[in-house]
């Protein structure tokens, strides 16, 4: 690996002069600053990140904070799985630490002393919801102007990346199939009103069922908490209400295999009497009985576009709030502006995926 002594060498200039134009401190000229750059190029040197944290007075670490909830192993389960190895990928190869930290979902949580303290450089936040103690505390974010993205929960508010996926479309697809297949009384098992996701994908629902002349049946909605526990839960109510389905739509693969193993003890055949559909694609949709069609939610790629948009915005260039080049956004992936012509942040969603396996 080249040295900083190596690239001021190449460049004719001194070490410390390299070191100020790698780190972005004090006024280089442009001149010497192209030089330094292309002498960099050219003998592969990257620059250390904790060398360039000690320079900025920064810590090296990027913060990843998720919701604590006891009894419940986040780590197991494939949507804080997958997100986590992306986001993980991002940082070890730009050789910044991850951070991780725990919030009571029911509480504030104090973000902007993270950054005072400089235990962290930057937020990535995974499990949000609208909860008003967790919304203020992320808002908090946004009026101190600190780097931060929100992983996969819509704020709509200014100073608040988002990087998730394009739930409507994704519930509208799974809603499309059952409907072209012929069914017409289509359940719907969601999560929590709290994120945003839950609105989304119960938004694609209902966009399907209107444009074939249907409207969501009260009787046909029930709710879980996204665990593979409140879809067996959920199944007790589904049964009870059995003779007036011809369909089941789960915002979660996990709710979908509870509510399948739920409806089997009760001797509900799937798909035969009942077809359902899952959400996410996780490993564990292949590999249930029947195999499950669920529309698959790129999470990996999700994690890793939220820790490229902090840290492009670390090192002063445009993140996801002000354009989307430098973070790579993903063919496909669809970028909503929340709020006309104010100056808010841009909710970058990638594209979803219909899988169609056994269960539909």
Known sequence: MATRREVAD????????????????????????RKVAAAAAELGYQLNALASGFAKGRSGNIGVVLPHVPKVRL??????????????????QA???????????????????LYRTRRVDACLILGASALPEEQASVFALADEGLPCCVVDQRYSRAGLPCVGADHRAGAYAAARYMLDAGHRRIGFLNGSPHYSNSADRYEGYRQALAESGL?????????????RKSGHEAAGVIFERLAALDGLLCA??????????????????????????????????????????????????????????VLARLAGESGVASGNDAIGVAEGAAVYQANGSNPVADDVLLPTQLIIRRSC
């Open 75 to 92: 780590f197991s389960t494939y949507y804080f799985s997958e997100i986590l190895s992306g986001i993980g990928d991002v940082l070890h």
């Open 95 to 113: 050789g910044y630490g991850l951070l991780l930290l725990y919030r009571n979902p029911q509480a504030r949580y104090d973000y902007v002393s």
């Open 10 to 33: 190449l460049a004719g200039v001194s070490e410390a002069t390299v070191s100020r134009v790698m780190n972005g401190v004090g006024p280089i000229k442009e001149d010497t600053r």
């Open 215 to 227: 409207y969501p049946d009260p009787e046909h909605l029930f709710e879980g908490n996204y665990s």
């Open 252 to 309: 979660n693969d996990r709710m979908a295999i509870g509510a399948i193993q739920g409806l089997r003890e009760r001797g509900v055949a799937v798909p035969e009497r009942l077809p359902v559909i899952g959400y996410d694609n996780s490993d564990a949709s292949s590999l249930t009985d029947p195999p499950l069609t669920t529309v698959e939610v790129p999470f990996y790629e999700m994690g890793r576009l939220a820790a490229e948009s």
